[in-house]
T-cell receptor, first 111, second 108 residues
Framework: DVKVTQSSRYLVKRTGEKVFLECVQD?????MFWYRQDPGLGLRLIYF???????EKGDIPEGYSVSREKKERFSLILESASTNQTSMYLC??????????FGSGTRLTVV | RKEVEQDPGPFNVPEGATVAFNCTYS??????FFWYRQDCRKEPKLLMS???SGNEDGRFTAQLNRASQYISLLIRDSKLSDSATYLC?????????FGAGTTVTVRA
C-alpha cells in the first residue's frame, strides 16, 4: 500500500511566520497534490506537481508556494502565515486508475 | 456554481436501513468519478470508483448518470461503522474536484 506521510498532525504558528508543511510518499508516484479542507467548502486544491521541479497552481494558490526537489517529497510553504490560513491541510499522491492516497493531514492553527 | 455539489445531510438512519444520496457535477467533460469516505478528523479514503455501468462493492452501490451529470451512492443494511462523511469526487485529467460531503449517522 502507498504510504503518504505528513510531518506534523497539529501545528500552531503565529501570524507572519513562514510555515513549511512536508509530505513524503514512498511509491515513486509522479503526481502529488496539496489541498486544504474547511467546513462546508470541502477540499480545495492549492497546488499540484506532476514531476520533480514541476508545479501547477490549483484553485486557491494565493499565499502559498510549493517545492518539489525530489520525487518523493512535496512541500507546501506559507510565506507569511495569516489567520485565514487556519485549516486542515491534506497532501495526496496519485496512482493512475487507482485514485488518490491521502496523508493523515496537518491541522494548522495560525494565531 | 460549485463544480461538485452534495446534500450535506445529515442522514440519520437506524441500523439495517438503506440510505442513498446523490451528488451533481458541473463539468460535462469530467472523466472519472469516485466516492471517498472520511471519518471525523481523519483523511479521506477511497471507498469506490464509479463506473458508467454502475458498480457494487458489498453493501455499497454506485451509479453514474452522465446525461444528468450526477452520481449516487446507496448503502444497504447500514452498520454503525458506516457513520462517516461521504465525499463525491470528480476527476478531469489529474485534477480532482471534491464535494463538501454528505454526513451519514447510523444509530443503534
Amino acid at each position: 500500500d502507498v504510504k503518504v506521510t505528513q510531518s506534523s498532525r497539529y501545528l500552531v504558528k503565529r501570524t507572519g511566520e513562514k510555515v513549511f508543511l512536508e509530505c513524503v510518499q514512498d511509491m515513486d508516484h509522479e503526481n502529488m497534490f496539496w489541498y486544504r479542507q474547511d467546513p462546508g467548502l470541502g477540499l480545495r486544491l492549492i497546488y499540484f506537481s506532476y514531476d520533480v521541479k514541476m508545479k501547477e497552481k490549483g484553485d486557491i494558490p494565493e499565499g502559498y508556494s510549493v517545492s518539489r526537489e525530489k520525487k518523493e517529497r512535496f512541500s507546501l510553504i506559507l510565506e507569511s502565515a495569516s489567520t485565514n490560513q487556519t485549516s486542515m491541510y491534506l497532501c495526496a499522491s496519485l496512482r493512475q486508475n487507482y485514485g488518490y492516497t491521502f496523508g493523515s493531514g496537518t491541522r494548522l492553527t495560525v494565531v | 456554481r460549485k463544480e461538485v455539489e452534495q446534500d450535506p445531510g445529515p442522514f440519520n438512519v437506524p441500523e439495517g436501513a438503506t440510505v442513498a444520496f446523490n451528488c451533481t457535477y458541473s463539468n460535462s467533460a469530467s472523466q472519472s468519478f469516485f466516492w471517498y469516505r472520511q471519518d471525523c478528523r481523519k483523511e479521506p479514503k477511497l471507498l469506490m470508483s464509479v463506473y458508467s455501468s454502475g458498480n457494487e462493492d458489498g453493501r455499497f452501490t454506485a451509479q453514474l448518470n452522465r446525461a444528468s451529470q450526477y452520481i449516487s451512492l446507496l448503502i444497504r443494511d447500514s452498520k454503525l461503522s458506516d457513520s462517516a462523511t461521504y465525499l463525491c469526487v470528480v476527476s478531469l485529467d489529474y485534477k480532482l474536484s471534491f464535494g463538501a460531503g454528505t454526513t451519514v449517522t447510523v444509530r443503534a
